[in-house]
């Protein structure tokens, strides 16, 4: 499936038992959202949240921002229901957590599909299990995915790794998923920052992420989508760059040349290609702000 471009450096969840947010959540400035029936809401409060959830979808007002919603998985008491109530919304995709193999998204396609959900609804997975980073490769292989998200919090639980400043142990979770979203075409976003007054902290692990690959950052409370949303973009020098390289290439390729050097660089043919990614991304970003918000 081809999915068209668009931002998605900001990635912000709200519980869906939480009115308030998902009210403010329609003036904040995340390119997308996640709407949480999973982890962040009580087993009491998912009847509510799931209703919370659909009634503000229906009612709408969120812009051009991205609608995800997160249901419980199929194996809880509420994971049948959620694809139930979400089948039919107007959303812009629906993300499975703890996904650990294939079968598992086809289980929840067909219950998707008997409920009348589009065939065109964008899947996407938390990958936050042992067994996912095993089965990635396989995994992001599925014709329906649109995108990965990383759940973080619940693998390092699993195995057993501390949250560090330097996320050592992530790094080979995180660079597999990456690996493996790229081969396959897909979004990959990164885990979440739990620290909340640690803003120097929440910078360095957006630039670790940004430097690794990803696209955007999962975000817990508004006050993390403006750093994400600068970390994420390309700065005004690597567009400048972008522009500069883009310039010297079409020329050299008038001249038959196959290597041109830019601002002391050697540029080929994959640099050209990745300037116009990045002018691009720019392109949409600046749509994006253009954009009442
Ligand atoms: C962490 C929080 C519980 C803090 O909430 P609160 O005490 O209300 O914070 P503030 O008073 O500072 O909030 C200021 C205003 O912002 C609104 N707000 C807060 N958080 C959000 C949000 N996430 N989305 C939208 N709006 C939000 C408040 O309502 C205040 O508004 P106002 O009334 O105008 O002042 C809270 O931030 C929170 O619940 N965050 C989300 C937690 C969550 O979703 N967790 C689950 C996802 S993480 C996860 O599961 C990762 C993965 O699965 C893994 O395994 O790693
Ligand atoms: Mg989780």
């Given amino acids: 499936m081809h999915f068209p471009l668009r931002p998605r450096r900001s990635m912000l969840y709200m519980p869906g038992a939480n009115a308030r947010a998902l009210e403010k959540a329609r003036m904040l400035p995340a390119d997308s959202l996640i709407l949480d029936m999973e982890d962040a809401v009580a087993p009491d409060a998912k009847a509510q949240a799931r209703e919370q959830i659909v009634t503000a979808v229906n009612e709408g007002g969120y812009g051009k921002r991205e609608i995800i919603v997160r249901v419980n998985g199929l194996d809880t008491a509420w994971g049948k229901d959620d694809l139930y109530a979400i089948a039919k919304l107007p959303i812009d995709g629906i993300l499975l957590p703890k996904i650990d193999n294939l079968q598992q998204i086809n289980d929840s396609i067909d219950q998707l599909n008997a409920a009348g959900a589009s065939e065109q609804l964008p899947i996407w997975i938390m990958a936050e299990t042992a067994a996912c980073m095993l089965n990635i490769a396989s995994i992001a292989t599925h014709p329906r995915l649109a995108g990965i998200v990383m759940g973080t919090s619940d693998l390092a639980k699993e195995i057993r790794a501390k949250h560090t400043a330097d996320r050592i142990g992530m790094l080979v979770p995180l660079s597999l998923c990456v690996l493996a979203a790229r081969a396959n075409g897909l ?22 992420g940004r430097n690794m690959g990803f696209d955007g950052k999962t975000l817990i409370h508004p006050k993390q989508v403006d750093i994400a949303n600068q970390i994420f973009s390309p700065s005004g020098a690597e567009i400048n760059h972008a522009q500069e390289v883009i310039h010297a290439w079409e020329e050299a390729r008038q001249a038959s040349k196959g290597v041109v050097v830019v601002n002391g660089k050697l540029v080929e043919n994959l640099h050209y290609e990745e300037s116009q990614r990045i002018l691009a991304l720019a392109g949409a970003i600046k749509e994006r702000h253009g954009q009442t918000i």
């Avoid at 979004?187 to 670790?208: H, K, P, R, T, W």
């Fill in 187 to 208: 979004e990959i976003l990164d885990g979440v920052y739990l620290n909340l007054d640690d803003e120097a902290g929440f910078c360095v692990a957006c630039e670790q």
